[in-house]
DNA sequence: AATCTTAGTGTAGAATAAACACTTATAAGC
DNA sequence: GCTTATAAGTGTTTATTCTACACTAAGATT
């Protein structure tokens, strides 16, 4: 297939620039038929004090002014779906390189009672730690994180897209490794385990997940890539009366999917 | 979680409907934004001649004249995102009530050579004996089912497309039972095999497919929902000079979520 | 030295997955 | 009507994975 799509590509460039073609664009009207404004909205999302957060931010204007949403905004003619989405989330967060996917796209007629706006919904996840405090954007007077698991009244049909990118995200962690994007470059594997926690909201059995977990130990002969996903690193955590945890490290910060991961 | 979204909806019809809304409202300006064009195109899969097939026109104007696409077209301004792509389904196919999914939205700036395009994909299975004979519709000359081993070059990112519908269709065969979609109502278990087969494109084990498949009998004592999805019936498929089939039928023609079904 | 707290580790039983070959029922050919 | 050809149908053994479960280790505090 990966061939075919090569061939597709040196064929189209044949295919235009034509004389009748230049001809025809020339011609044809942008304006045809009416077009629905188009959003991108991100749902953002971190995990800090042993909860699950979303950011949302209240709505300065009218329609569902005052209530609270989901930060988004309008697609720029010139931008990419997801650099949109991008701007939207450095904009409240300021955060860069972050990992963030396409949700889905929510299009009813109605959901918006000024026009039809069709919203290309993406969902991040930042670290807690990277976020800087949060201030109000141009259309919003405040922004803030909530719990998901207590959420107030949403504008639109947000809360239908924050049940979707909950259900994604907790479906993402269980078969691929981006949890690692909400935890600091060194983590202790419990802190990994609380991750998980929060996200599925419920107990994870210690033994059973750290067996899971492909990690590579500092003394182990390096099995030439035995599919490790993790390595021990020789620091600990110094922190409260206990004894010191080993700090970890993802071995590539690059989304991988691992068949029930957990 | 749900509860919230209640309490939503009830909260947002008393934010709505405010004089200083109404005024707000009279007063927005609906072309305040530059707006992309946004359409709907549909990845149409259906399993014939021992092959998993795909629908494409050819293209009657330019850009990409006389290439193959996906079927799509214009969203209207007063029908969802999936009435939109059900009705090109159905102008394609003369089917209705079939699986349909919505799969990505693809918008990169430069996409369509003519404006701004955004494109809300979806993918449908449909049953091979269901789709009247094709016919070419406004904006092609001809349209045909495709291998998808072997494709033709693709119009615009198309390629692309396919790929990402291939990829899911694999997936949602592999945890759900949307299967059946691709199959009459009376089936034998070696029809359902090879769909399975021709859409992963690898032989599968007989004995441990059938194991896996949740199967009423005739005889077993109706253990009360036992999380069966298939249900033998009394009938055979008499058809070669072999021993007859048993015919089998999906309990519920709801697609439904189960884990490792295959 | 005793106590508190979280870190860290193994095993046995159950469930699931994978590999593998022969018998059965019909139609066709003789 | 006997033989042959063809696809249907059916169990067991082994390896792997999942689950449940409890004690020791290391440091801080008193």
Redesign the interface.
Known sequence: ?AK??E??????SE??GSK??HE??AK?D?NK??????TTDVVIFTVRDNDLKVLLVQRR???????WAIPGG??N?????EAGARRELEEETGVQDVYME?L??F???GRD????V?T?AYFALVEARQVRPLRAGSDAQDANWFS??D?????FD???VL?YA?TRLRYKLEYTNVAFQLLPELFTLTELQRIYEIVFNRPLDKRNFRKKLPIRTLEQTPDPDKGYMIEETDEFKMEGSHRPARLHRFIDRVDRVVRGFI
Chains 1, 2 share one sequence.
Not at 33 to 38: A, D, Q
Not at 61 to 67: E, F, H, L, N, T
Not at 77 to 81: A, D, G, I, K, V
């Open positions: 297939m075919k799509q061939s597709a590509t040196v064929n189209n295919a235009r009748d073609e025809f664009l044809y942008v038929y009416e077009r629905p404004s188009v204007d009218y329609p569902y002014k005052d209530m309008f697609v003619m010139s931008e990419s779906l396409q889905y796209t299009g009813d007629p009672p000024r026009t039809r069709i290309v998901v698991y959420l107030p009244p949403l504008a947000h809360a239908k049940d909950l």
